[in-house]
């Protein structure tokens, strides 16, 4: 059964710094690209990065550039999204998901239950 | 980054109509382009994948349509359990692959 569990979410203040992981089971890690989607309370889905099989391409949605990294541990099956310069509009929940070996044209089937990420002063 | 506009962004209907909502995309995505059902507290869940294909599990009743800029989502019998956020994703290209920003669905 894939599984996919986040965690490392909480509350941060402005300017902090935070770092989410992804833990799969289930499933060739290192077969699949991998992604982050959050969604602010209340607000719709956001796309906000993901990354290829072997780490070699990472792409991001522009408010997060320069100041979020996504990665992985394929020895682990880990995801992760380090968040640097936090702003109050990153909080939301924050959702590791994977499609299939072409996730551009198979979509995001599986989905974990999301870390809230708060930031607040 | 190629933007995707839902209609309507809210709607009201009963059990067992038809309904259809709407994605567009601000450029030709070709068929990339995804469906997910999202009800409160819960991941969203795939409905359908390149425009038209049905996701495993997902009810028939769920149908997708369209290429290039233009997209449907038909629910062809409203079930009570489909109440819910609807999202369209484009995956076209180099990503972000965007969402809309949803089509919240409503019990008349």
């Known amino acids: 059964e894939v599984q996919l569990v986040e965690s490392g979410g909480g509350l941060v203040q402005p300017g902090g710094s935070l770092r989410l992981s992804c833990a799969a089971s289930g499933f060739p890690f290192s077969s699949y690209w991998m992604t982050w989607v959050r969604q602010a309370p209340g607000k719709g889905l956001e796309w906000v990065a993901n990354?290829?099989?072997?780490?070699?391409?990472?792409y991001y949605v522009d408010s997060v550039k320069g100041r979020f990294t996504i990665s992985r541990d394929n020895a682990n099956k880990s995801l992760y999204l380090q968040m640097n310069s936090l702003r109050a509009e990153d909080t939301a929940l924050y959702y590791c998901?994977?499609?299939?070996?072409?996730?551009?044209?198979?979509?995001?089937?599986?989905w974990g239950q999301g870390t809230l990420v708060t930031v607040s002063s | 980054d190629i933007q995707m506009t839902q209609s309507p962004s809210s709607l009201s209907a009963s059990v067992g109509d038809r309904v259809t909502i709407t994605c567009r995309a601000s450029q030709s995505i070709s068929s990339y382009l995804n469906w997910y059902q999202q009800k409160p507290g819960i991941a969203p869940k795939l409905l359908i994948y390149?425009?038209?294909s049905l996701q495993s599990g997902v009810p028939s009743r769920f149908s997708g349509s369209g290429s290039g800029t233009d997209f449907t989502l038909t629910i062809s019998s409203l079930q009570p359990e489909d109440f819910a956020t609807y999202y369209c994703?484009?995956?076209?290209?180099?990503?972000?692959?965007?969402f809309g920003q949803g089509t919240k669905l409503e019990i008349k």
């Open positions: 998901a994977r499609g299939g070996r072409d996730s551009s044209w198979t979509g995001l089937y599986f």
């Open positions: 990354i290829k099989q072997d780490g070699s391409e990472k």
């Open positions: 390149a425009a038209s």
């Open positions: 994703q484009q995956s076209y290209s180099t990503p972000p692959y965007t």
